[in-house]
């Protein structure tokens, strides 16, 4: 874990911070491979022994006192108690990482049933085909980077989207797609569910066995044609029919269809959301006419400069997609404007990530997702920050979200070594540090 101060001495009271006018905070990588000052963790076992403040629940450290018997909280400063197990661990201070480092990283012992713990990674692609040859082909060639990224023992999904969802069953010798028809309604939902169109098992295929067939089946793309879109699909802007593209229903579809086998089949999901543009049909559709070339590029309205979020559904879906154990990372090839002020909390609240890319020529897509997938991540994490008597948490910044019951506990459904989370401080009370 990397931790970096805003400043190199925290302000004695509130009175030198606010005189200071500098922010004062800290951010913190939590999965970084090496710490602020470049040095890697020290390894060890046995986690669950590591001693917590019996006050305030904080872990022991290097910044705490220990004697024969007892140490003192660095945090709170209460006097705890040693058990007899610890008393022995720390009759060897050279063996026990929390003596020599402040940057440990500790294993535990494995809890609950070992199918949980052997649950395999889940990879579903969903692909706006109300969109062009060119998309769908950069769409292709980072999918099958992708492929090569993954680890053994992935499972795969491939989904469409536009007026209907398309479901590929790449497990038998010829893909097949089923689709299922998308509501015109913007508070419309599907007929029947995704489970009934297709088995989750069904849809999910072992990389391992399945490269070649899920790579046939990405060849079998083709965008939507407007003849196949129905009366009243998309936007019409001076008499052409735009779009058609249904992403609102479809992500919400595609979290219930995960969610059902969440912990079960699958520990970590992540969907791959390629849009072309913004979604413009059934539930979840944004207004985008107004937003033109006049108020990006001519500052006709300064107003807009930075536009507010549209609509709290995406928002809402995001709150979906984590109770699903869901990760969702966002990837547009677009150069109009798409409202990604309302689409990004479906990456920000999963721990996602939200790529734009201007044109398809230009575009480092598949380059990005094969790094993005070859470095190491973490999910099902949990983060809490702790700090000394005297100050306090006070915002928090990044790509998680708060626990309902807890303060100053975040979730991080995804987490790799470059995820970096930001916080900044306020003092408890007005006399300042008095340690």
């Known amino acids: 874990m990397a931790v970096r101060a805003t400043v190199s001495r925290f302000p004695i009271d509130s009175d030198a911070q606010e005189n200071s006018g500098i922010p004062w905070g800290i951010t913190v990588t939590p999965f970084a491979s090496k710490d602020e000052t470049g040095r890697a963790p020290a390894y060890g076992s046995d986690g669950n022994l590591l001693p917590r403040c019996e006050n305030c629940w904080a872990y022991f450290n290097t910044y705490c006192e220990l004697d024969q018997w007892a140490w003192t909280c660095s945090l709170c400063g209460t006097l705890n108690g040693l058990s007899s197990q610890a008393i022995a661990r720390y009759s060897l201070p050279q063996s026990c990482p929390e003596m020599m480092s402040s940057f440990i990283d500790l294993e535990l012992p494995a809890e609950g049933s070992e199918e949980a713990i052997q649950a395999r990674p889940v990879y579903v692609a969903a692909i706006d085909?109300?969109?062009?040859?060119e998309f769908l082909e950069l769409t292709k060639s980072a999918l099958l980077a992708a492929l090569e990224a993954l680890g053994p023992g992935s499972l795969f999904g491939l989904a469409t989207f536009s007026h209907k969802i398309g479901l590929y069953d790449v497990q038998g010798p010829v893909p097949v797609?089923?689709?299922?028809f998308i509501p015109p309604e913007t508070d419309g939902t599907l007929t029947m569910e995704l489970e009934d169109v297709m088995p989750l098992l069904q849809f999910l295929a072992p990389v391992d066995t399945c490269k070649d067939r899920i790579a046939s089946a990405l060849e079998m793309l083709r965008?939507?044609?407007?003849?196949?879109?129905?009366?009243?699909?998309?936007?019409?802007i001076d008499g052409v029919l735009m779009g058609g593209r249904g992403f609102g229903v479809a992500m919400e579809s595609l979290f219930n269809y995960l969610g059902s086998e969440y912990g079960n089949t699958f520990a970590l999901a992540r969907v791959f959301a390629f849009l072309s543009g913004p979604p413009d049909f059934g539930a979840g559709q944004l207004d985008t006419r107004r937003y033109g070339e006049q108020y990006a590029s001519k500052g006709e309205d300064a107003?807009?400069?930075l536009l507010p979020e549209q609509t709290p559904f995406y928002k809402e879906l995001a709150a979906v997609a984590v109770q699903a154990g869901v990760c969702v990372d966002i990837f547009a090839v677009t150069n109009e404007y798409t409202d990604l002020a309302s689409l990004k909390f479906l990456s920000i609240d999963s721990g996602g990530s939200l790529f734009l890319y201007s044109n398809t020529d230009d575009s480092t897509l598949p380059q990005d997702m094969y790094r993005m997938l070859s470095r190491p991540y973490a999910f099902g994490c949990i983060l809490r920050l702790r700090t000394s008597s005297e100050f306090k948490p006070g915002h928090s910044f990044g790509h998680f979200f708060p626990d309902p019951q807890y303060e100053n506990v975040q979730h991080i459904i995804c987490c790799d070594s470059y995820a970096t989370y930001a916080y900044d401080f306020d003092f408890a009370n007005n006399v300042g540090f008095s340690r």
């Open 303 to 305: 107003d807009r400069a």
């Open 129 to 133: 085909l109300s969109s062009s040859e």
């Open 223 to 236: 965008p939507t044609t407007s003849w196949e879109r129905p009366p009243g699909g998309g936007q019409a």
């Open 177 to 180: 797609v089923k689709n299922v």
